[in-house]
C-alpha cells in the first residue's frame, strides 16, 4: 500500500516534475476561403450566372493539380433583393453566393493562385491560414524534447540532494497543439488574414507570401523515484 502513495517513501522518495517543448516551424499547408457571388433580375438568371462562375473557379483551382491538395464547397445560398413598392414589397434582384475551401501545399503556386482568383469578377478570397498537418514530425519531436527536459529536471533535484534517479513511476502526457488548428478555418479576427475582392480584368502580379511560422507546444507531467539521500 505505501508505494501507491503520491509523496513516496523514506526508502523510495518520488520527484514530480513537469517537461516543456516550444518550437517554432514552417507551415506544411496554407488554406484560402473563395466566395463566389452573382446577381441576376430573376432567379434562374441569378442561378445561371453563379453556375457559371463557379465553374470558372473550379477549374482555375484544378488546373494547379498536385498544388491543390484538397477543394471541398462549402455553404451555398440564393436570396432575393427586395424593395417597398408603394405600400407592398416586390423582388427586385437575386444574389447568390458558393464558399469554397482550398488546401495548397505549394506556396509558390498559392501567391500566384490567390491574385487569379481575386481578379476574377465577383469574387472573394480570404486567407491564407496556415497550419501543421496533425501527423506532422513537429509535433513528436516536440513531445520528445519534453520528455527529455522532464527527466533533465528531476536527474538536476536528485543532484541537488547528492542521490539519483532509480525509476520513472508516472509520464502523462498533456497534450501538444498547433497555434493555428488543422480543420474548419480559423476565426477571421485570429492570425494573418488577408481579403481580395475584385471587379476589373486586368492580370495582377502573383503575391509574393511569406509563410507564418508554426507554434508547437507539448508539456508532460513524470514522476520519478530517487536512491535515499544522505541527508
Known amino acids: 500500500m505505501t508505494s501507491d502513495l503520491p509523496y513516496g517513501t523514506a526508502e523510495a522518495p518520488r520527484v514530480a516534475v513537469r517537461g516543456e517543448a516550444r518550437l517554432e516551424v514552417d507551415p506544411e499547408i496554407a488554406r484560402i476561403g473563395i466566395t463566389v457571388s452573382a446577381r441576376g433580375t430573376d432567379r434562374r438568371s441569378a442561378l445561371d450566372d453563379l453556375t457559371r462562375r463557379n465553374t470558372t473557379v473550379l477549374d482555375l483551382v484544378k488546373s494547379y493539380g498536385q ?12 436570396s432575393p433583393e427586395l424593395t417597398r413598392h408603394g405600400r407592398a414589397e416586390r423582388v427586385r434582384a437575386y444574389h447568390g453566393r458558393v464558399h469554397l475551401t482550398a488546401e495548397l501545399t505549394d ?3 498559392l501567391g500566384e493562385l490567390t491574385t487569379r482568383l481575386a481578379d476574377l469578377e465577383l469574387t472573394r478570397v480570404d486567407g491564407p491560414w496556415w497550419a501543421l498537418r496533425p501527423d506532422s ?39 501538444a497543439e498547433n497555434a493555428t488548428p488543422y480543420g474548419a478555418l480559423p476565426p477571421a479576427a485570429g492570425g494573418a488574414r488577408m481579403a481580395f475582392a475584385a471587379e476589373a480584368a486586368d492580370i495582377a502580379p502573383a503575391l509574393d507570401l511569406e509563410p507564418q511560422r508554426q507554434t508547437v507546444t507539448a508539456q508532460v507531467n513524470a514522476r520519478f523515484t530517487m536512491h535515499p539521500p544522505q541527508l
Open 67 to 78: 498544388a491543390v491538395e484538397k477543394l471541398e464547397t462549402g455553404a451555398f445560398s440564393i
Open 107 to 109: 506556396f509558390t503556386a
Open 137 to 175: 514530425p513537429a509535433h513528436a519531436e516536440a513531445r520528445r524534447r519534453a520528455v527529455t527536459e522532464a527527466v533533465q529536471r528531476a536527474r538536476e533535484y536528485a543532484q541537488a540532494l547528492g542521490t539519483g534517479l532509480a525509476a520513472l513511476i508516472e509520464l502523462a502526457d498533456l497534450g
